[in-house]
C-alpha cells in the first residue's frame, strides 16, 4: 500500500504543508489537478494525503504562492498566455525561512505546480561531498567549468557553493545570468550582479553576451540551453573569463558530445579545438540514496583539461576519455563507477544502489 503523510481528509494549506517538507527533509512538493500532494523525499515520491486537489484548490494554492512572490499579477498574466512560467519566492525569513524554485504548468486537466526547495543560506562546501577538484576551481583564474548531471542532482547548489567560496575570499566582479535566481548571494569580498531571466535579460544567450561589457571577472551561466548560449559562453571563456555554467549530460565525455552536436557539422570541427582550449573542468553528478536510506549523497565524475584530454577533444576522440579519466587520479580525476565504488566501499551507499547509478554496470563489475 502506497504511503500517505496525513490522514486529513480536508485541504491543507500551502504553509502546513511547507512545514511537513522542512520537517521532512523533502526535496520537492508536486501539486496537480486531480490528484493529492505529494512529497519527494530521499528521491522518492510519497503521498501527502488521499484528498486529490481539484482546479479551484490549485488555483488557492497559485494564489499563495503569488502573494509571496514579487511581481504575482504580471506572473499570473505570463501563465493565462503561454501556459507555463518559472520563478523563485521565499517563505520566511533569512533565520527561518526557505526558498523555492516554482514552476507552473498547464496540463490536460488543468494546472500544476512544481516546488523545488532551496535552503536560504548557501551550503558551504565542506558539507556537500564534493571532489577536491572543486577547492582547486575556487582560487581558478580563468576557463570553463561544467557540472553537468540530470535535472535534481544539485548542480546549481554545487555552484552556488563554490561562487560564494570565491566571494568570501577574493575580491571579484561576479555576474549571472539565471532562470530563475536560486540561492541569493551574501554581500563578502566580491560584488555580485544577479541576473534574471525575463525579468532583467531577455535570455541567457544575450545575458552572456552583455556581461562582457560589464566587467567580469567571473560568470554564471545557470544553463547552456542552445547554440546561441553555448557559442557565447565558450566566447566569455576564450576571452580569458572564469566561466561557469551547468549542462544536462551524463557523463564527463557524453557532455563534449552534447555541446558539440549542437553546432552546424561545418563548425564542429572549430568548436572541439575551442572547447578543448578554453576547458578547465567538468564534474558530473548524481545524488543517490544513502545505506540508510536518510540521505541523498553526491557521486561524481571529474574531467579536467589536461594536455592528455585536449587532445582527445581536439582529435574528436571520445570514446577515449574514460580509460583516460579512469587513470587520471594525480590530476584529481575519476569516474563515475569510481566514485560510487569508493562511497560503496565505505559504507555510505549500498553496493545494490553503486551498481544501479553507475553509468557502466560492466566497467563497474570490473573495479576492485
Known sequence: MEKTLSKSNSIVSLQDIIKIAIAKNASDILFSTGYPPYLKIVGEWIRFTDRPYYRKDIDNIIDEILSSSSGGESIKRYISRVHQVDFSFQVGDENNGIRFRANIFETLKGLSIALRSIPIKIPDMSTLGLPPVAKDLVDARKGLVLVTGATGQGKSTTLAAIINEINKKYNKNIITIEDPIEYIFPVKKSIIHQREVMSSVTDFSYGVK???????????????????????????????????????????????????????????????????????????????????????????????????????????????????????????????????????????????????????????????
Open 210 to 368: 552583455a556581461a562582457l561589457r560589464e566587467a567580469p571577472d567571473v560568470i554564471f551561466v545557470g544553463e547552456m540551453r542552445d547554440l546561441e548560449t553555448m557559442a557565447n559562453t565558450l566566447t566569455a571563456a576564450e576571452t580569458g573569463h572564469l566561466v561557469f555554467a551547468t549542462l544536462h549530460s551524463n557523463s564527463a565525455p557524453e557532455t563534449i558530445d552534447r555541446i558539440v552536436d549542437v553546432f552546424p557539422a561545418h563548425k564542429r570541427e572549430q568548436i572541439r579545438l575551442q572547447f578543448a582550449s578554453v576547458l578547465n573542468t567538468v564534474i558530473c553528478q548524481q545524488l543517490v540514496p544513502s545505506a540508510d536510506k536518510s540521505r541523498l549523497v553526491l557521486a561524481t565524475e571529474v574531467m579536467r583539461g589536461t594536455p592528455a584530454i585536449r587532445t582527445l577533444i581536439r582529435e574528436g576522440k571520445t570514446n577515449q576519455i574514460k580509460n583516460e579519466i579512469q587513470k587520471g587520479k594525480r590530476e584529481k580525476m575519476h569516474t563515475m563507477e569510481q566514485s560510487l565504488k569508493e562511497l560503496a566501499s565505505k559504507g555510505i551507499i549500498t553496493e545494490t544502489s553503486a551498481h544501479e547509478y553507475a553509468f557502466d554496470r560492466e566497467f563497474y563489475n570490473q573495479l576492485r
